[in-house]
């Protein structure tokens, strides 16, 4: 009895045994699971694939200027519409227009934030515009070595993929040096290290010698754009108060009563037409010479109302978009007479105009 109460405890210690290897057993493949999922996770993923997520986010950039046209690019950085670019891209241009991969058409509907001398525009497309492509932003400097890559549009070559390294940093990093070819055409495009994330906006580039320069996207401060609340209607500028100001503002403009434009312009614009920020009295004079530059003898407009659109900007003011038909009487021959301008105009809560320019969507 002695000997069979044994033969059992010892044969409960060896299943005993048993389960608690195969229990260490199933520890040790659930962790070789765990490592091969995490070495999965953490391996690079290919260029080709990153390159089809970002490349729908890269828009070509169509400028109108006294030359001529010219063209850029610009990318998205959210999904409602918020876009950077080289000011340059935009520099003297009168109407601009960006095309998506799909060549969809999209116009500038408000300038956020630029400035001449770093050499970049923020800027919102469309009205009312969701769930369009962007990229995401990187929160950490790259380091000198690190590959990176840009997509751009060189001479119109759309969506072009070109590869490098960051080689060094310039003016106090503002700057990003990459051996990543940037040519004509490329300028305001995003470069992006090998995450996908955006870490600058390229800029130029010397061919011959290897040197390209990106702006860093972190001197752009793009958080504070992207992260605002949505802009409803403004409490403050009713719809009436914004038609009365355009219909007296282009009645002024059609008489050629250009001494009432002091009334009506802020101390500073934002933009004015071809230019960006100006004083109130360059805008007064360009406004005078207008007529003599292009001939024009007379002159009249018709804003379309039902097309009126407006929202609140970021300080208390309204940003308003409509349609027009201008039409005018010009002593060249064989030039349009007729135009419908799409209007984009700023209005601060002085009721007072911080930023006016147009898109010609049609001319006769």
Known sequence: MEQSEKRHQEELHQKQTELELKEKELQLKEKELQLLEQSIENEPEELKDIYNNVKSSVYLVYTKNEEGFSQG?????????????????????????LYNELEQEFLITEVLDLNEEEDFIVFRVGEGTTNLPFVKLSRSMPDIGEECFAVGNPKGLTQTLSTGIISSFRDNKRLLQTTTEITNGSSGGPLFNRKGEAIGITTSGIGEAN????????????????????????????????????????????????NKLNSYYRDNLKRFYSKYN???????????????????????????????????????????????????????????????????????????????????????
Request: aromatic share 12%; glycine share 4%; net charge neutral.
């Open 73 to 97: 690019s610009a990318f998205m950085v959210s999904s409602n519409g918020i876009a950077v670019s080289n000011y340059h891209v935009f520099k003297n241009a009168s109407g601009a227009i």
């Open 211 to 258: 040197l390209n320069f990106a702006i860093n996207i972190e001197s752009l401060e793009l958080e504070k754009f992207i992260n605002q609340n949505s802009i409803g209607t403004s409490t403050k500028i009713t719809e009436n108060e914004i038609k009365s100001i355009i219909e007296s503002y282009y009645q002024v403009l059609d008489k050629g009563e250009y």
């Open 278 to 364: 100006i004083s109130k009295s360059e805008a007064i004079t360009d406004a005078m010479n207008y007529d003599e530059k292009y001939k024009i003898t007379d002159k009249n407009t018709n804003i379309k109302w039902s097309s009126l659109e407006f929202r609140q900007d970021n300080l208390g003011g309204q940003v308003v978009n409509f349609i027009m038909d201008y039409t005018i009487t010009r002593k060249e021959k064989n030039k349009p007479t007729s135009f419908v301008l799409y209007i984009t105009m700023g209005v601060d809560e002085n009721r007072k105009i911080y930023s006016v320019y147009e898109n010609i969507l049609k001319s006769k």
